[in-house]
């Protein structure tokens, strides 16, 4: 496992662009499997977005598809989520998790190490 660190929530107006970022607290994030996950209190954590280590695949979960994507910043060894066009109904706290293997595409159960979570909150 290795603990993660969240940043770059906030509260914006719908329309905006936000950019979050995860680190590893210690070393970087080049070998790993990352995603992005959001809650909502009540709801089920939910996954958003997933890059894959080895090849590199992308996956997106429809209703983010065209406005968020994920990458990594090689120069930092940070994974981001790019956040536009900002609705109020990603209003949600935003986790990051990493894993050497993953089985499926963005399988939450195989994730075994997360971050605390960064808020994310978009006005009308």
């Known amino acids: 496992q290795v603990p993660l660190v969240e940043s770059g929530g906030g509260l914006v107006q719908a329309g905006d662009s936000l950019r979050l970022s995860c680190a590893a607290s210690?070393?970087?994030?080049?070998?790993?499997?990352v995603g992005w996950f959001r809650q909502v209190p009540g709801k089920e954590r939910d996954w958003v977005a997933c890059?894959?280590?080895?090849?590199?695949?992308?996956y997106y979960k429809d209703f983010v598809k065209g406005r968020f994507t994920i990458g990594k910043d090689t120069s930092s060894g940070t994974v981001f989520l790019q956040m536009n066009d900002l609705k109020p109904e990603d209003t949600a706290t935003y986790y990051c998790?990493?894993?050497?293997?993953?089985?499926?595409?963005?399988?939450?159960?195989?994730?075994?190490?997360w971050g605390q979570g960064t808020q994310v909150t978009v006005s009308s």
């Open positions: 210690v070393g970087t994030l080049d070998r790993f499997y």
């Open positions: 998790a990493a894993d050497l293997r993953v089985t499926a595409p963005c399988e939450m159960d195989d994730f075994g190490s």
């Open positions: 890059l894959s280590n080895g090849p590199g695949n992308l």
